[in-house]
């Protein structure tokens, strides 16, 4: 592929390719992760204090 053709195709190829944002994709995955443990909490604890 020739320059002329990159400009056309609209990047000149110095810009570094961009990708998902991965401290806010893990922080997510954290929160996510946090909620479904307390979620499992409160399911299990009128069990565990009938005991």
Not at 13 to 28: H, K, V
Not at 29 to 46: K, T, Y
């Amino acid at each position: 592929m020739s320059d002329e053709e990159r400009r056309k195709a609209g990047g000149n190829g110095d810009e570094p390719a961009t990708g998902p944002n991965l401290t806010l994709l893990y922080s997510l995955i954290a929160l996510a992760l946090a909620a479904a443990i307390g979620l499992a909490a409160l399911i299990v604890r009128p069990f565990y204090l009938r005991r």
